[in-house]
Antibody, heavy 118, light 107 residues
Framework: QVQLVQSGAEVKKPGASVKVSCKAS????????ITWVRQAPGQGLEWLGW????????HYAQKFQGRATMTTDTSTTTAYMELRSLGSDDTAVYYCARKPTSGPLDYWGQGTLVTVSS | DIQMTQSPSSLSASVGDRVTITCRASQGMSNYLAWFQQKPGKVPKLLIYAASTLQSGVPSRFSGSGSGTDFTLTISSLQPEDVATYYCQKYDGVPLTFGGGTTVEIK
């Protein structure tokens, strides 16, 4: 069965970086993309960007251009999302989700809580 | 970029009521529109894609419709387990924008 398993909760200080991992299993990793979505406490869903697991092509939301980097490791079928220069408003649950070509986000990871606090 | 606006932002209805949530795009788009359900503390769950196709395993009381700029999620008979926040999302090219969400409660 398709599974996306994310890394554990993180606590970071302002200005630091965080790298969240998303281990995929149960499907052909390179046939799909991975999208990253976040949700601040009590807020809605926010799209951060997308990466093709086939060729590594990326698209970032304008808000995260230059501050977020998404990568994949096909040997371990793992996707990564690094966010730099963290501020308190980056405190959120970060989700990875599988993105079929021309299809919706059909499987989601369990979420990773990133807390930014001094 | 296309913006997605949901209305209402919240609603309260009785068990058995018909509930309708609207998602409006800022410009015409394809039918690559999905609806997600998120229960408190849980991961979002795909309910509907391609504007009107029910995801496998989703109860038939959920339905989607619409085209162009106006899309609708309908719950034909609200059940207690439907208490959640519902989000629309366009997925026909980047950015994959979400609507602001609609919180559904039981009256």
């Amino acid at each position: 069965q398709v599974q996306l398993v994310q890394s554990g909760a993180e606590v970071k200080k302002p200005g630091a970086s965080v790298k969240v991992s998303c281990k995929a299993s149960g499907y052909t990793f390179t046939s799909y993309g991975i999208t990253w979505v976040r949700q601040a406490p009590g807020q809605g869903l926010e799209w951060l960007g997308w990466i093709s697991a086939n060729n590594g092509n990326t698209h970032y939301a304008q808000k995260f251009q230059g501050r977020a980097t998404m990568t994949t490791d096909t040997s371990t079928t793992t996707a990564y999302m690094e966010l730099r220069s963290l501020g308190s408003d980056d405190t959120a649950v970060y989700y990875c989700a599988r993105k079929p070509t021309s299809g919706p986000l059909d499987y989601w990871g369990q979420g990773t809580l990133v807390t930014v606090s001094s | 970029d296309i913006q997605m606006t949901q209305s209402p932002s919240s609603l309260s209805a009785s068990v058995g009521d018909r509930v309708t949530i609207t998602c409006r795009a800022s410009q015409g788009m394809s039918n690559y529109l999905a609806w997600f359900q998120q229960k408190p503390g849980k991961v979002p769950k795909l309910l509907i894609y391609a504007a009107s196709t029910l995801q496998s395993g989703v109860p038939s009381r959920f339905s989607g419709s619409g085209s162009g700029t106006d899309f609708t999620l309908t719950i034909s008979s609200l059940q207690p387990e439907d208490v959640a926040t519902y989000y629309c999302q366009k997925y026909d090219g980047v950015p994959l924008t979400f609507g602001g969400g609609t919180t559904v409660e039981i009256k």
